[in-house]
């Protein structure tokens, strides 16, 4: 009951959970553990929180204090605040609001409800409810963003879910204008491992496994043993090295954050490759020591993933409503090169790939409609650029929208 009277003006006005009883049924959220932010019952109970922003109300501080303190206290640890924005709200206001909210909570679904329809907006497009479904009550125009702990929207389900249900996308078309693409990325970031000839290799979140396949083969590995959270994707790797002949190839199912390699018994690697995997992880620190201990005292730490502050993220992180959570949770090459130094590894070398915007903009109109004629022209750009970010540093860190960096393990 506290929570009444810290809810500051421009949150003053009441919505009912009853009044988004179509968007609650939608969600499988029952309106009787729905509560509002001036009666958010008790601490850690609440399935969801209905708040309402006034019209024309920015993210205003003392709001978001509010609703992140109710948030932070009251929602269960699968709770969603579910905010309630009055009128029509351009992109970057919603952004606003989904930027000020984080870390604690990360947006990944939003309605936009007009009078006579409500459409359901998440990454994967755009749906509208049912309206034989909806019971009719005198709905107000507004945009609705549902919002979850980012700790459970990330959490270790969720992560092998999407993982399991999207194996094959992350694996590549190979007859798709990006292929070329894809695969030059994956044989960029192997190029760094520097693995000694028939060392021993493990690709950390081996996801379709292309990098831990093309270091090996580059560098001619003993042995590659590879893990994945998502069981699929581990099949999929195993193929894929067989496909691609390497013999002495192991693959398992686990979590970087206690990584199923190497197991009691077996002895840590001469190289460790993790691309694009430590965004996912909810707890960076908790990732790392997981991490640290499968490369061998001298050994080498290739790793790489989205930077976070390039010129494109910076900007779909103003004008995008919804982004994925990893692009949210991504940490700078610097922020990793920090965390890791403090372990004792020493940085080896480091480059920006992959251009930023306008580039994906481009591969997209490349794929959607010009059916690949640009296919090569912006491969070598990216090719090129990549080697004179690392040669050079030129373009400068922020042109690009990954990173990659290698690191010694100290004897
Ligand atoms: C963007 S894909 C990258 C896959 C691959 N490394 C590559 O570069 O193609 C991210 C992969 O990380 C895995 N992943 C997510 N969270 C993880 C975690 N906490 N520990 C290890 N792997 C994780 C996912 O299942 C997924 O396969």
């Known amino acids: 009951m506290e929570a009444v009277t810290a809810i500051p003006e421009p949150l003053r006005p009441v919505i009912e959970p009853r009044e988004i009883d179509f968007i609650l049924e939608d969600l499988g959220i029952e309106v009787g553990g729905t509560r509002t932010l001036h009666d958010p ?35 269960s640890e699968s709770g969603a605040l579910i905010l309630f924005l009055e009128g029509r709200h351009r992109e970057e206001q919603l952004a606003q609001w989904r930027n000020g909210l984080w870390p604690l909570l990360h947006a990944n679904v939003i309605y936009q409800v007009e009078r006579d329809r409500v459409m359901r907006r998440t990454l994967s497009g755009l749906v509208e409810l049912d309206p034989g479904k909806r019971k009719v009550h005198k709905v107000r125009t507004g945009s609705v963003i549902l919002l979850r702990r980012r700790v459970h929207a990330m959490g270790p389900d969720a ?27 994956r044989r960029f970031v192997a190029c760094f491992s520097d693995l000694p000839r028939g060392g021993r290799m493990l690709d950390f979140g081996c996801g379709a496994g292309w990098c831990g396949i093309e270091a090996a083969r580059r560098f001619g590995a003993s042995e590659l043993a590879f893990f994945d959270p998502s069981p699929e994707m581990v099949k999929i790797a195993e193929q894929n090295a ?45 990732w790392i020591d997981g ?52 372990e004792g590894f020493s940085y080896q ?41 690392r040669r050079l540093g030129i373009p400068g860190n922020d042109q690009f929208d990954s990173w990659v960096m290698s690191f010694k393990r100290p004897n």
């Open 159 to 185: 992560t092998i879910e999407k993982f399991d249900q999207n194996a094959a996308g992350w694996n590549g078309n190979p007859d798709a204008p990006s292929y070329p693409h894809f695969r030059w990325m």
């Open 349 to 389: 070398d480091g480059a920006g790939y992959q251009l930023t915007r306008p580039f994906p903009e481009a591969m997209h109109v490349n794929e959607a409609k010009l059916k690949g004629l640009l296919t090569y022209p912006l491969l070598w750009s990216n090719q090129l650029s990549a080697a004179t970010n």
């Open 291 to 342: 991490l640290v201990p499968t490369v061998r005292p001298g050994g080498t730490l290739v790793i790489g993933d989205i930077q976070r502050t390039s010129r494109g993220m910076q900007r779909r992180r103003r004008e995008k409503a919804l982004l994925p959570a990893r692009e949210m949770n991504a940490q700078t090459a610097d922020e990793v090169r920090q965390l890791l130094e403090a």
């Open 242 to 286: 067989l496909s691609e002949g390497i013999r002495s190839a192991t693959g398992r199912t686990g979590f970087g954050e206690k990584p199923p390699f190497p197991a009691a018994g077996e002895e840590a690697f001469d190289a460790v490759i993790s691309s694009g995997v430590i965004s996912f992880s909810p707890d960076t620190t908790v």
């Open 41 to 75: 019952g008790q601490p850690g109970a609440a399935a969801a929180i209905v708040a309402l922003v006034d019209p024309g109300q920015g993210a205003a501080p003392r709001s978001l204090e509010a609703l992140l303190d109710t948030a932070s206290a009251h929602l």
